[in-house]
T-cell receptor, first 112, second 109 residues
Framework: IAGITQAPTSQILAAGRRMTLRCTQD?????MYWYRQDLGLGLRLIHY???????GKGEVPDGYSVSRANTDDFPLTLASAVPSQTSVYFC???????????FGEGSRLTVL | GQNIDQPTEMTATEGAIVQINCTYQ??????LFWYQQHAGEAPTFLSY????GLEEKGRFSSFLSRSKGYSYLLLKELQMKDSASYLC??????????FGAGTTVTVRA
């Protein structure tokens, strides 16, 4: 049982580089989300997608982009990484009707 | 948007009861969730309230008052493994979930 798979698990990145965090789910959930988690700030929503082909901005979207070409995949791209994007990134999915979020194991990103 | 407040830290003794309060202000409300997160791990679902009242699930219970914008999570018969962060989250009308900063519970022997 896979659920949600994120890659990479951990990455150190030089500032200015482009980076894509991958997220795949096998539960056929309609909705998918990207959160970042920082100490003292909790989980903050970056971008979301309610269904394949649509995306929306969350609370902290600047510097990030997403795409949702199909139901299973929801990659998050940092076009030009900055140190303030150092964080733990969680991908999540949910069935829209139920609403319970299922989380991936997280991707720890360090931007130097 | 959502404004969700919960205490930063709580400490309790093994076998005791702890109540974690959560207050929220929201422009649209479609349910309140509690998640548990152990250090270095992903959050896991604990409970869901959409109507006023108490939902009980084993040692964990969650209460909601929509008119007061208030919820609590009650942890009974505390065990050492309950040491974790507990996250209150509110779902808006667009099915997005906004989280509070989390309450770190430390259980002492």
């Amino acid at each position: 049982i896979a659920g949600i798979t994120q890659a990479p698990t951990s990455q150190i990145l030089a500032a200015g580089r482009r980076m894509t965090l991958r997220c795949t789910q096998d539960m056929r959930h309609n909705a998918m989300y990207w959160y970042r988690q920082d100490l003292g700030l909790g989980l903050r929503l970056i971008h979301y997608s309610n269904t394949a082909g649509t995306t929306g901005k969350g609370e902290v979207p600047d510097g990030y982009s997403v795409s949702r070409a199909n139901t299973d995949d929801f990659p998050l791209t940092l076009a030009s990484a900055v140190p303030s994007q150092t964080s733990v990134y969680f991908c999540a999915s949910s069935d829209r009707e139920n609403g319970e979020l299922f989380f991936g194991e997280g991707s720890r990103l360090t931007v130097l | 948007g959502q404004n969700i407040d919960q205490p930063t830290e709580m400490t309790a003794t093994e076998g005791a009861i702890v109540q974690i309060n959560c207050t929220y202000q929201t422009s649209g409300f479609n349910g309140l969730f509690w998640y548990q997160q152990h250090a270095g791990e992903a959050p896991t679902f604990l409970s869901y309230n959409v109507l006023d009242g108490l939902e009980e699930k084993g040692r964990f219970s969650s209460f909601l008052s929509r008119s007061k914008g208030y919820s609590y999570l009650l942890l009974k018969e505390l065990q050492m493994k309950d040491s974790a962060s507990y996250l209150c989250a509110v779902r808006d009308g667009d099915y997005k979930l906004s989280f509070g900063a989390g309450t770190t519970v430390t259980v002492r022997a």
